[in-house]
């Protein structure tokens, strides 16, 4: 399945690159934002796309640099790494330090969600892994066979907003006794096991929180979060903006947080107060859109 760029509209609003503007693409997958960003950016555009997935990067890259008029340098790391990504790249293409406009869109991507060997999504049997970077961290089922109930529950509550956290960590750890967790399925049915029947929600599989809280701790997905926007807004240039979509209240408690101390330091401004959301027409057509939030940052001249 394609992953269709949540918000576009807004993004290109919000960022507004001019051509010959240098671009950050602090989580390229697709490359469906990246794409338009870069067309809006020529001639002359530099774009740098940063994925730490590299199966996504090599697949965006093909597309990106189908696009003339612009360059484009991809970077296989963490966004936390996008300064050092960005100075090397404006080194690289003779150009000044710094960046008119920067997009991390947080989060997955569908073809990441539908593989079913990641094991990150509860509607496809697989091993279960969940890390979006294979070549480092812990896999999920390695996790969840060793923490105590009291941390599962804490990953499940905190990350997940999952009321059944007491519960279904209880299960976990007492059926590992027998049989170690090892594929989607088994993470599922542990979940089954500890939420009532009668006490799920219609609307949204009994699975999805605790999915969403153990990918988000496996990858660390908060870790330094507020700390590495803060140190990617650093990096634009007087008037240039920084625009980042979240899906997890999580995530978007960070953004804020991170938006309103930079614009308290003086040489930042919001570009909204609230957070922009996607229209009704867009969830209808893109339901995985239903929870993005869309933040922007202004360098002030
Ligand atoms: C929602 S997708 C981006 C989709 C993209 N905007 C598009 O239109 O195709 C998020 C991407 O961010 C990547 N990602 C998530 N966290 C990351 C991190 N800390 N560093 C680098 N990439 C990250 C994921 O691998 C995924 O490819």
Redesign the pocket.
């Known amino acids: 399945m394609t ?4 918000m ?1 509209r807004e993004v290109m609003e919000t960022l507004a690159p001019q051509p010959g503007a240098t671009i950050v ?11 338009e960003l870069a067309k809006a950016s020529a001639p002359g555009g530099l774009l740098i796309a ?4 590299e199966a ?2 090599k697949a ?1 890259i093909e597309r990106l640099r189908a696009i003339e008029g612009v360059r484009v340098r991809p970077y296989h ?5 996008l300064p050092e990504s960005l100075a090397d790249a404006c080194l690289a293409e003779g150009r000044q330090n710094g960046a008119d406009a920067v ?10 969600i539908d593989d079913a060997e990641r094991g990150i999504s509860f509607r496809q049997d697989g091993p279960l892994d969940m890390r ?2 294979r070549s480092r961290g812990e896999p999920a089922a390695a996790w969840l066979n060793r923490a105590t109930a009291r941390e599962i529950e804490n990953v499940l509550f905190n990350l997940g907003d999952e009321r059944w956290a007491r519960r279904i960590a209880q299960v976990i750890v007492d059926r590992r006794k027998d049989r170690p967790l090892k594929t989607t399925a088994d993470l599922v049915d542990c979940v089954l096991a500890a939420v009532p029947a009668a006490k799920r929600d219609r609307r949204l599989h009994p699975a999805t929180r605790t999915f969403q809280a153990v990918r988000i701790h496996v ?3 908060l870790d330094g979060l507020e700390g ?1 926007l803060g140190a990617a807004a650093k990096t634009l240039k007087p008037g240039g903006v920084m625009a980042v ?1 979240s ?1 997890h209240s999580g995530e978007d408690r960070a953004v804020k947080r991170a938006f309103r101390q930079l614009a308290q330091e003086g040489s930042f401004e919001e570009t909204t107060r609230k957070p922009m959301t996607p229209t009704e027409a867009e969830v209808r057509s893109n339901p995985k859109s239903r929870s993005a939030k869309l933040r922007g940052i202004r360098r002030l001249s």
Request: glycine letters at 10%; a negative charge; aromatic letters at 6%.
């Open positions: 992953h269709v760029p949540v576009i693409d602090g989580t390229v997958g697709h490359g469906g934002h990246a794409a940063l994925d730490w997935d996504m990067l965006a790391a963490d966004y936390r790494q997009l991390l869109d947080l989060g997955l991507n569908a073809a990441q979006m970077d990858n660390r997905e590495a979509l899906y």
